[in-house]
């Protein structure tokens, strides 16, 4: 039980230094864009209408929902700042059509390897879990990784610093901030 333990505060450590390389936080989405880019440069066959049947209009939609995953991204990191409140960070990002990533062992992550006993004695502790789904885990110093996937198939890990527990909370002066998030391309199976 302190191997997983230790193998998750390994894992934490390494994805929040990943987090906080400095590295851009658009560049990944940027490589995985130019791929589909290319094969979008030959024109798609377009089909003649039919002599009985009248050409179908194209479908217009008002829906603020991103053309692509550039789009997903640009549009998102726009409207993300350093130090921005969670939940408004939550909000912005969910706003733009990004989905949590549950994270099954949220609770051992959190709250450590007896977390039934503690979550038994004070579901409170707990509760951060149930109401983030995105919540990987947070480290004893207050650092925290979530995860949001895009249906048009990047993906956004960031980090918290503060209590989790305020996740909620809106506004400069909120208890648990955004200190970091970066962009990747959806994995394949």
């Given at each position: 039980m302190r191997l997983v333990q230790t193998l998750s505060a390994m894992a934490l450590c390494a994805a929040l230094a990943a987090c906080n390389s400095g590295a851009s936080s658009s560049a990944p989405a940027a490589d995985a864009a130019k791929a589909p880019a290319?094969?979008?440069?030959?024109?798609?066959?377009?089909?003649?209408?039919?002599?009985?049947?009248?050409?179908?209009?194209?479908?217009?939609?008002?829906?603020?929902?991103?053309?692509?995953?550039?789009?997903?991204?640009?549009?998102?990191?726009?409207?993300?700042?350093?130090?921005?409140?969670?939940?408004?960070?939550?909000?912005?990002?969910?706003?733009?059509?990004?989905?949590?990533?549950?994270?099954?062992q949220c609770k051992a992550n959190v709250v450590g390897a007896n977390y039934e006993k503690v979550c038994k004695a004070d579901p409170g502790l707990c509760k951060v879990c149930d109401d983030?789904?995105?919540?990987?885990?947070?480290?004893?110093?207050?650092?925290?990784?979530?995860?949001?996937?895009?249906?048009?198939?990047?993906?956004?890990?960031?980090?918290?610093?503060?209590?989790?527990?305020?996740?909620?909370?809106?506004?400069?002066d909120s208890g648990f901030q955004v200190t970091d998030w970066e962009f990747g391309a959806a994995k394949a199976n």
């Open positions: 290319d094969a979008a440069a030959a024109p798609a066959p377009v089909a003649a209408p039919t002599p009985t049947a009248p050409a179908a209009a194209p479908e217009t939609t008002a829906s603020a929902a991103p053309a692509s995953t550039g789009d997903a991204v640009e549009t998102t990191e726009a409207q993300l700042k350093k130090g921005m409140a969670y939940g408004d960070f939550r909000k912005a990002v969910l706003a733009q059509g990004w989905e949590p990533v549950p994270e099954p983030l789904p995105e919540l990987e885990a947070c480290s004893g110093d207050a650092h925290c990784l979530v995860r949001f996937k895009h249906p048009q198939g990047a993906t956004l890990q960031a980090t918290g610093y503060g209590e989790a527990q305020y996740w909620s909370a809106t506004g400069k």
